[in-house]
């Protein structure tokens, strides 16, 4: 298998803590969105959505972070992820939905960058965006998680696909210098997974593209 990838893109970081968990084989393309790599012909030919990730497995070609950790916790079962118990894979896809629908997508390089080229908006203004939104998703994150009796992960006393969506999310906002004391549920997940081999393994500073 192989991940198309960019070190710093949060949907990617989603997808390599998902394959560390499953400790499943694959070799990491590095697609710098940065310069518009992801924009190049031949890659939108395999992902329409011309975006990071996309995962090639023997040349079946999936794009988006959430279908890819569904495909990979049908592939490799264990750890499973996406809990079998409807109630309760319905509470860690609500968690992850939030995350990567309501709140990633307004914060995300291609937004941000819109708001700057396009819009003309100040530096101060862009920062003031992007802590508007993460204060108000997470003032639901944290809601969800309380409403959970979460401790050291977001559902009872293991890892799911909401923990892998959760830290990307938490590492971005600290990256912007938002204030996260409020969220102290968030936190503690936060911290608790970052012990974990997997999670220390695919942060963005661990990755062979990576750039300061």
């Not at 988006?64 to 809990?83: C, G, T, V």
């Not at 939104?133 to 992960?153: M, P, V």
Request: glycine residues 2%; charged residues 20%; neutral net charge.
């Amino acid at each position: 298998m192989d991940l198309y990838t960019f070190f710093n893109s949060s949907a990617s970081y989603r997808v390599r803590i998902i394959l560390g968990l499953k400790q499943a084989q694959v070799n990491q393309v590095p697609v710098n969105i940065r310069v518009l790599e992801h924009k190049n012909d031949d890659y939108v030919q395999k992902n329409p959505s011309a975006s990071v990730p996309m995962l090639d497995d023997n040349g079946f070609h999936l794009g988006q972070s959430l279908a890819i950790a569904d495909y990979l916790d049908a592939k490799f079962p264990e750890p499973r992820l996406i809990p079998a118990d409807p109630a309760k894979r319905a509470r860690v896809l609500e968690l992850a939905n939030l995350i990567s629908c309501d709140i990633h997508p307004l914060n995300n390089l291609r937004v941000l960058k819109y708001l700057v080229k396009e819009l003309g908006v100040t530096e101060e203004q862009k920062n003031a965006w992007y802590a508007h939104w993460i204060a108000e998703g997470f003032t639901s994150l944290e809601a969800l998680l309380e409403r959970a009796g979460s401790q050291k992960f977001c559902f009872d006393d293991q890892v799911s696909l909401a923990d892998c969506c959760l830290v990307p999310q938490v590492a971005n906002a600290l990256r912007m210098k938002c204030d996260l004391t409020p969220y102290k549920r968030v936190m503690a997940v936060y911290e608790h997974c970052n012990t974990l081999p997997a999670f220390q393994q695919a942060a963005p500073a661990k990755q062979p593209d990576y750039q300061p």
